[in-house]
């Protein structure tokens, strides 16, 4: 089974080709916007794994939470191809696939969302146990065992996490981000059981439902005008 995998979840894009199991990952460049470097990269990738678009049996994406723009190029690609080659679609969640490459057993993410707030979900054998939420870090759902594994760039971001989260947290993982070869890991399995879903039914995952805030709101958490 062959499919590829696109996460632009945040500034760190990454595209992946899976061919039977192998997989072959690529980042995009730094510095330039995704939605001039995802194509090019990803057939150059394809052509290196000795792949062309009639040999896929779909296209995979990371559907969210993240940054409102890089989740709708991923989308947006993934769509345009599947419906060029008449594909099936799957949408991966961004904090799954960071679950996954944690290699953790019980793990927390937590992925900067900006504007003073994290993306955060839990998961057992990277297995969700709820849909990820949003929140401020102060006010983080804690976990009530100890013995996590908390990663995601939101431990840097916020360093009021480790402090709420010491008691329960003994693996740190704060350089984990989203990758395209998580998504692929867990789409693979997925399109093999048949679950993949029509181009026209994609959307992604945004949790959160504003971009900015107004001038009064980051004067009430303390930020400028």
């Known amino acids: 089974m062959n499919l590829v995998a696109i996460e632009t979840s945040t500034e760190q894009g990454s595209i992946a080709v899976w061919s039977d199991g192998v997989v072959l990952r690529r980042a995009c460049p730094p510095g330039v916007a995704h939605s001039q470097t995802l194509l090019p990269l990803l057939c150059a990738t394809m052509s290196e794994a000795g792949l062309a678009f009639a040999a896929l049996d779909g296209i995979a994406f990371a559907a969210g939470p993240g940054s409102f723009t890089g989740l709708r190029i991923a989308c947006g690609v993934a769509q345009g191809l599947a419906f060029a080659h008449d ?8 904090l799954d696939a960071m679950a996954l490459a944690s290699g953790g057993e019980r793990v927390l993410v937590l992925l900067d969302a900006r504007m003073g707030e994290v993306y955060c979900g839990q998961f057992a054998a990277a297995v969700p146990l709820a849909a990820p939420e949003l929140c401020q870090p102060a006010a983080l759902p804690l976990p009530e ?21 010491a008691a329960c947290v003994q693996s740190w993982q704060p350089e984990l981000m989203p990758d395209a070869a998580a998504v692929a890991r867990l789409a693979a399995p997925r399109l093999a059981r048949g679950e993949g879903v029509d181009a026209a039914g994609a959307i992604p995952l945004y949790v959160r439902n504003k971009v900015a805030l107004t001038v009064a709101e980051r004067l009430a958490v303390g930020g400028k005008a």
């Not at 594909?87 to 961004?94: C, D, E, F």
């Open 145 to 165: 065992a100890a013995g996590w594994l908390a990663c995601g760039n939101g431990l840097a971001a916020y360093p009021v996490l480790r402090q709420r989260l």
């Open 87 to 94: 594909l099936p679609l799957v949408p991966v969640g961004t």
